[in-house]
Every structure is written in C-alpha cells, then in structure tokens.
C-alpha cells in the first residue's frame, strides 16, 4: 500500500513538472537584425570620380538570456567582382564602434579598427561581441584611402544601425 502511494505521488509530480520545463525560454528571447547602407561619391588626386558602396549588419542575439551577443558583418565591393579598385576592401580603413547595456546594467563601448588589406585586414565578418543585453548601437566608418580631401566633400561613409 505504502509502495502503491510513493509511485502515484512520484508520478503525479512528475505530470505537474513536465509544463514548467516548457517555460525555460524567457519571453524577450530573439534574433533582430537591422541593415544600413550607404554610398560615397568621391575624387582622387588625378580627378578620377568613384561612387563606392558599403553595408552594415548587426543581429542582436538574445536567445540564451545567459549569454546575449551582437555579430555585426560588414561588406564593400571587391576589386575582382566589382573591377572597382578604389572602393575594395585594400582601399579603405575601416573603424567599427559598438555601444550596449551590459548583463551589469553599465553601458559599454568596444572601438574595432580595420586598416584594410594592406594592413592586414578586410571587412568586418561575422565579428561578435558578448554581453550586449540592450540598448545596441554600431556604427562603422570607412575611410577611402583613394580619396582626395582637397577636391571631394568627405573621404569617409558613416553607417549606423540600432538592432532591438
């Protein structure tokens, strides 16, 4: 009889945990991703005229509320696809700032800088940043290395998105 009440109670638990596993995911868990592009029209020293283009994407990951993060990939025209040297990724420097709330509440900010191929570098890919919980903000620069200040209006494209 004893054994007979053990067994219905240990089973009748485990009945009234099983749908409370079901709640283990928080409600605000998600992936948003938010895109920005842009383009710049600039001069070289020998008056050559470029129009060159980029795009910034940032996904804010929150799907373990545990560990939140950013990946931000950045993409510019490449010299072989686009037969565009002055706007390939050797011919600019890149600088990405990314600020966000941390899973302590203090609002951070991590600075990535890129000096290009020639330096080592390319487009940001797939670069992720952890303990973004809220409140994120990236911006990329990229500077053209290619461009004359004295004859074109800026030598940088500036683009900034804001994932939830």
Known sequence: MVKKVCLRVAVGLMVAAVPLLGLA??????????????????VESN??????????????????AHHPFTEITTSAPNAQSQG????????????????????GGNQQTTTIDNPGIIGG?????????GGTVSNVHVTARFHYQDCDPSKSATCDLTLTTAPK
């Open 121 to 129: 570098g390319g487009p940001f890919i797939d670069d992720k940043i």
């Open 25 to 42: 995911s928080p409600a605000s868990a998600a992936q948003n991703t938010t895109t920005a592009s842009g383009s710049l029209s600039f």
């Open 47 to 64: 008056f050559s005229g470029w129009t060159c283009t980029a795009t910034l994407t940032a996904t804010h990951n929150t799907d373990d």
């Open 84 to 103: 565009i040297f002055e706007c390939a990724i050797d011919a600019y420097i890149a600088e990405l700032t990314i600020t966000y709330k941390d899973t």
